[in-house]
């Protein structure tokens, strides 16, 4: 039973360089979204798809890329990492029906860009 | 602009006694309040929602209210165990181009003392 998996759970990058965190779930989920966490911001939404090939900008989407080929998986990318992307990473999913209100997420990713 | 907010960062509450934790929203387009839980290295976990047309719901030690007049909602907890020491977080759902999204506020980090 393993829900909502993020991949890796530590990164630390210099800046400029680019990297993939992964997140898969194994529910099914149409809907699949990725948060960062800062201290004192609470989680802000970086982009959300509604399901296999659909993707949109959340809140702080500038400086992430994001793509949605499968239902199960929803990699986020840093393209060229800046110390400001510094942060707690987490990916969620939930079903896309008006009664599914609340999401899964997972452990997160805690990156760090020097 | 920020929708959620939840004013106090800590809060240190004795065990057995009641813990009240609040949370303030300025969009009246929220249709469900959702309270999160959140351990160190851990992904937040639903704890408890309300819909925007109640004013109560009730889960076992947890019991959320909302005052729509107010724009505000609460989280107690009671009574208050070791084990709900965590950093809670307060969220809203807004559905924008048919897809949902949730905002949070920025958590409460609350403190159980034996």
């Known amino acids: 039973n393993a829900g909502v998996t993020q991949t890796p759970k530590f990164q630390v990058l210099k800046t400029g360089q680019s990297m993939t965190l992964q997140c898969a779930q194994d529910?099914?989920?149409?809907?699949m979204s990725w948060y960062r966490q800062d201290p004192g911001m609470g989680l802000r939404l970086i982009h959300y798809?509604?399901?296999?090939?659909?993707?949109d900008q959340g809140e702080v989407p500038n400086g992430y890329n994001v793509s949605r080929s499968t239902t199960e998986d929803f990699p986020l990318r840093l393209l060229s990492a800046a110390p400001s992307q510094t942060s707690v990473y987490f990916c969620?999913?939930?079903?896309?029906?008006?009664?599914?209100?609340?999401?899964?997420f997972g452990a997160g990713t805690r990156l760090s860009v020097l | 602009d920020q929708q959620v907010k939840q004013n106090s960062p800590s809060l240190s509450v004795q065990e057995g006694r009641i813990s009240i934790l609040n949370c303030d929203y300025t969009n009246s387009m929220f249709d469900y309040f959702l309270w999160y839980k959140k351990y160190p290295a851990e992904g937040p976990t639903f704890l408890i929602s309300?819909?925007?047309?109640?004013d109560k719901n009730e889960d076992g030690r947890f019991t959320v209210f909302l005052n729509k007049s107010a724009k505000h909602l609460s989280l107690h907890i009671v009574p208050s165990q070791p084990g709900d020491s965590a950093v809670y977080f307060c969220a809203a759902r807004i559905y924008i181009q048919g897809a949902q999204k949730l905002v949070f506020g920025q958590g409460t980090r609350l403190t159980i003392n034996p």
């Open positions: 309300i819909s925007s047309i109640k």
């Open positions: 798809s509604v399901g296999a090939g659909i993707t």
């Open positions: 969620a999913s939930s079903y896309a029906l008006a009664g599914a209100h609340f999401q899964y």
């Open positions: 529910m099914n989920h149409e809907y």
